[in-house]
């Protein structure tokens, strides 16, 4: 009497459907649910696994709905820039790590131009972390970037801001207090009337160079 019981419990627990809520419904890994018996299922297990099956999610939610039932919830990547790096494009978000590929942005992503890209798992490339960085910052303050190019050889970035103003950075910068000179630097000679073409940060204060001049 108590096996059949214990079985009866396990065939009601075992898991028999799975309620997706999500921009995109193609999860890789979801065999993780096969034959698994909702009482003995291991959430951070379980959502850990699906992370690293999908490079593209930021986060997934794993909700027992008792008797049988898991309702997963997802939080996908999404692009805040593009890199050109080997003849690739490929998007990041806001942690530097790989955003889903999506033709039809409504909206322009800065390009980031590096020669070359290596991801991990757990940690993104520094370069494109700073980047990401760097993006929201400006967006932040209502400037416009449309480039950053990384120059290896010098270890120094060349920005394109507001379509028209270069700005040249050393590596080891500060993402908010860049953005924050630049700001300063943009406001101050936009009520003067003057126009900027240039501003290099690789100096211990910025130089700024005026169209014209």
Do not use: H
């Not at 909700?63 to 890199?83: C, D, G, H, L, N």
């Not at 955003?99 to 798992?121: E, H, M, R, T």
Request: positive net charge; charged residues 25%; aromatic residues 10%.
């Amino acid at each position: 009497m108590i096996l059949a019981l214990i079985k009866i419990c396990w065939e009601l627990l075992k898991i028999k459907k799975i309620i997706i809520i999500s921009e995109n419904n193609n999860i890789a890994g979801l065999s993780v649910f096969n034959r698994k018996n909702l009482l003995f299922l291991n959430d951070d297990v379980t959502r850990n696994l699906l992370l690293t099956r999908n490079i593209f999610l930021k986060d997934i939610v794993i909700e027992k709905k008792f008797p049988s039932q898991i309702m997963i919830k997802t939080v996908w990547r999404k692009p805040i820039a593009s890199i050109s790096t080997s003849g690739e494009q490929i998007l990041i978000d806001d942690e530097g790590f790989p955003a889903f590929p999506n033709d039809n942005l409504s909206y322009q992503v800065p390009q980031i131009f590096l020669s070359k890209v290596i991801f991990g798992s757990r940690s993104p490339d520094w370069r494109l972390l700073k980047s990401a960085d760097f993006i929201k910052e400006l967006n932040q303050k209502d400037i416009i970037i449309s480039r950053l190019t990384f120059n290896e050889n010098t270890s120094e970035i060349v920005a394109l801001i507001d379509d028209s103003v270069m700005v040249l950075i050393p590596y080891n910068f500060d993402p908010t207090s860049i953005s924050a000179s630049l700001q300063t630097i943009i406001s101050r000679f936009r009520i003067e009337g003057k126009f900027i073409t240039k501003i290099d940060f690789r100096f211990d204060k910025p130089v700024v160079v005026l169209k014209n001049e």
